[in-house]
C-alpha cells in the first residue's frame, strides 16, 4: 500500500525564487523506510498531540502537516497517522502556542520530515524570533543561547518520549502484517532549502572571518 507521507505547503506569493545552485547534500540526506507497525486515528493523534480535532482536521486540509499512512479523501474517509506524525503534530502546536509564526512553523516541520522517527528523539528546535533551527548538539544550541538573542526552545526528544508513553495507552490499527513502510525521502519546501542555503553560507563565512 502506497504512502503520502507529510507535505509541506507554503502560499505561492510567499515564496522567494531559488537559484541553480546544487544545495549541499547533507540537507537532504534521508533516513532509509522505516517498517510502521502501527496507525492512530485522528482522534487519538489530536489527543495525544494536544490539538483539537478541528486543529488537526484544517491543518490535513490545508497540507500543514498530513497523515502519512493513510490521508482523507473526501467525507466519510479516516485519516491514519504514524507515530512520527503525532511527534511533528505535537511540536507545531508548541511551536503554535510559543508565537511562532506558521511559516516558520512549516520550516521546522521540513526539518523534522528529514530525519528518521528515532533520530527525532534527539533534536531540538529553537527560535530566535525571525528563524527556527534545528539542534542535534549542546553545541549548536549553546551557539544560538550566546547569539544574545531571545530564543525558545523545543525539546522534541522530550515530546517523544512523552507522545510514546501516551500512546501505549490508545487504540490503534495493526499494521505489521501489511509491511506499510512510510519513505522519508520526501523533496524539501522551497523556502526551508533557501533558509538551510543561507544558514550554511553564514557560518562559512563566519569560519572564516574567524
Known amino acids: 500500500m502506497g504512502a503520502t507521507g507529510l507535505h509541506l505547503h507554503i502560499p505561492l506569493e510567499e515564496r522567494e525564487n531559488l537559484n541553480d545552485e546544487a ?3 547533507e540537507l537532504f540526506s534521508t533516513a532509509d523506510e522505516q517498517e510502521v507497525k502501527r496507525g492512530y486515528r485522528g ?3 489530536s489527543k495525544v498531540a494536544g490539538i483539537t480535532y478541528r486543529q488537526l482536521d484544517y491543518w490535513a ?5 498530513e497523515p502519512s499512512i493513510t490521508p482523507s479523501h473526501g467525507s466519510g474517509s479516516r485519516r491514519l497517522y504514524s507515530f512520527k506524525d503525532v511527534v511533528i503534530l505535537a511540536v507545531s502546536k508548541r511551536l503554535l502556542d510559543a508565537g511562532v509564526n506558521l511559516q516558520n512553523v512549516t520550516a521546522a516541520i521540513g526539518f523534522l520530515i ?8 534527539n533534536v531540538t528546535i529553537m527560535c530566535d524570533g525571525q528563524h527556527v533551527h534545528e ?3 549542546s553545541e549548536q544550541m549553546l551557539e544560538l543561547l550566546q547569539s544574545g538573542k531571545a530564543v525558545f526552545a523545543v525539546s522534541v526528544g522530550s515530546l517523544w518520549h512523552q507522545i510514546e ?3 501505549e495507552h490508545e487504540d490503534y490499527v495493526d499494521l505489521e502484517a ?3 513502510k512510510i519513505s522519508t525521502n520526501r523533496p524539501i519546501d522551497e523556502l526551508t532549502a533557501m533558509r538551510m542555503r543561507k544558514k550554511l553560507e553564514a557560518r562559512r563565512l563566519q569560519r572564516e572571518m574567524a
Open 135 to 137: 539542534c542535534t548538539t
Open 114 to 121: 528529514q530525519r528518521s522517527s528515532d533520530q527525532l528523539a
Open 178 to 180: 501489511q509491511s506499510v
Open 165 to 167: 508513553a501516551a500512546l
Open 43 to 45: 482522534t487519538v493523534a
Open 61 to 65: 486540509r490545508k497540507q500543514i502537516v
Open 23 to 25: 544545495i549541499q547534500g
